[in-house]
């Protein structure tokens, strides 16, 4: 067998058309780890990301000593692919802040990571807005903020709004902003099956960020995930842990602090059913040997390139160096493991909608 280097699809549909079981030690072994690259614009990005969203909202719990340490934490465990987003935080404690200082700080880091910030999201209205004039400033905020420390490798459109011209905003980030090298590519983010192909229809998409945890599988089933694979679209996935049902932290309704209470699945007859699939969870890494997190974790890593899937790579945020070194301490799934989580997570109804009403998803 040839070793290539994964850049696309098509290379990595031909290894999927080999039957590992067949494979000699070391052909297996190269099979194996050509199975869990991932790469993003030309760059490996290991095998789970780093989601940025929790310090914007720590603001009176974190230092930005705090902050960059446990940043540095995910890198130094391989962890090559942050998520921020223009609205995570006030402007003075935000994704594009912390990315800033990060790569001031540590500027040989910045060519080894590829940062993803969305965007298009209006915070006055709490409504996307993927108007060309809108989006226009929200890529124009993010490079300012970003201060030149650190290229914009990926812009994410947030959500797509149900009124503005979709095609003609992708055509002025293509001409505006990728042909120009200000970023390096496009990404979408809870997105539909339509927008997945209205999308690659006039540029290359780079990422698709979504949902998928063993308390959230719909992408499996509605589609999403297998338009992602027909077009080569490495899938950024997160809440990994169920914003952190998976974790055991959270055993009642007294343990739901903050932002989380807005979400349906932690109110009420809701959390208490749900707990059900985290004691489960609990369970089976107890038997493991591991934490539930992992488990979770390791679940979510197993459909990277399974199944006719395409790269996927989970995105876990924490404000926390032990939670980074927790996350990124892999454990591996046999067949019959992956087989019996999968089967627990879509054969348990999970209660409660993933967002409120007033947030749109699959748009």
């Known amino acids: 067998m040839k070793l290539v280097h994964y850049t696309g699809g098509q290379q990595h549909r031909k290894l999927n058309q080999l039957?590992?079981?067949?494979?000699?030690?070391?052909?297996r072994h190269i099979y194996d780890y050509v199975q869990t690259m991932v790469q993003i614009l030309g760059k490996e990005v290991g095998s789970t990301g780093y989601g940025l969203m929790s310090f914007g909202f720590a603001k009176d719990k974190l230092t930005l000593d705090e902050v960059l340490t446990t940043m540095e934490a995910a890198y130094d465990r391989g962890c090559r692919l942050w998520s921020g987003a223009e609205f995570y935080g006030p402007p003075d404690w935000n994704s594009q802040l912390f990315i800033r200082e990060y790569f001031a700080r540590h500027p040989e880091h910045a060519a080894h990571v590829v940062v993803c910030i969305k965007?298009?999201?209006?915070?006055?209205?709490?409504?996307?807005?993927t108007s060309a004039a809108f989006v226009?400033?929200?890529?124009?905020?993010?490079?300012?903020q970003l201060g030149g420390r650190k290229t914009l490798d990926v812009f994410a459109i947030a959500r797509r709004d149900?009124?503005?011209?979709?095609?003609?905003?992708?055509?002025?980030?293509?001409?505006?902003?990728?042909?120009?090298?200000?970023?390096?590519?496009?990404s979408l983010s809870e997105c539909s099956v339509q927008t997945v192909e209205d999308a690659v229809a006039v540029l290359p998409v780079q990422l698709a960020e979504l949902e998928l945890s063993l308390f959230t599988t719909d992408i499996l089933h509605n589609g999403i995930a297998a338009a992602?694979?027909?077009?080569?679209?490495?899938?950024?996935?997160?809440?990994?842990v169920g914003r952190g049902l998976l974790t055991g932290g959270i055993k009642s309704a007294e343990d739901v602090k903050g932002r989380l209470g807005m979400f349906p699945r932690f109110h009420g007859a809701a959390l208490d059913h749900n707990l059900q699939l985290t004691a489960k969870v609990q369970e089976l890494a107890a038997q493991k040997g591991c934490t539930p997190a992992q488990l979770a974790l390791a679940w979510v890593r197993r459909h990277n390139h399974r199944d006719g899937l395409p790269a996927?790579?989970?995105?876990?945020?924490?404000?926390?160096?032990?939670?980074?070194?927790?996350?990124?301490?892999?454990?591996?799934?046999t067949?019959?493991?992956?087989?019996?989580?999968?089967k627990l997570a879509n054969d348990f109804e999970t209660a409660g909608a993933r967002y409120p009403s007033m947030f749109p998803t699959n748009t």
């Not at 039957?19 to 052909?27: G, I, N, Y």
């Not at 965007?119 to 807005?129: E, F, R, S, V, Y």
């Not at 067949?335 to 999968?342: G, M, N, R, V």
């Open 335 to 342: 067949d019959d493991e992956f087989a019996a989580l999968s």
């Open 312 to 333: 996927v790579i989970p995105i876990p945020g924490t404000t926390s160096v032990a939670r980074v070194h927790e996350n990124t301490a892999e454990v591996q799934l």
């Open 119 to 129: 965007g298009g999201l209006d915070t006055q209205k709490l409504a996307p807005d």
């Open 162 to 186: 149900t009124t503005s011209d979709f095609a003609a905003t992708l055509r002025m980030i293509r001409d505006e902003y990728v042909d120009t090298g200000k970023i390096g590519g496009v």
């Open 228 to 240: 992602c694979a027909k077009h080569d679209i490495p899938i950024m996935a997160y809440s990994p």
């Open 19 to 27: 039957q590992p079981h067949t494979l000699k030690p070391l052909t």
């Open 136 to 144: 226009r400033r929200s890529i124009d905020n993010i490079l300012a």
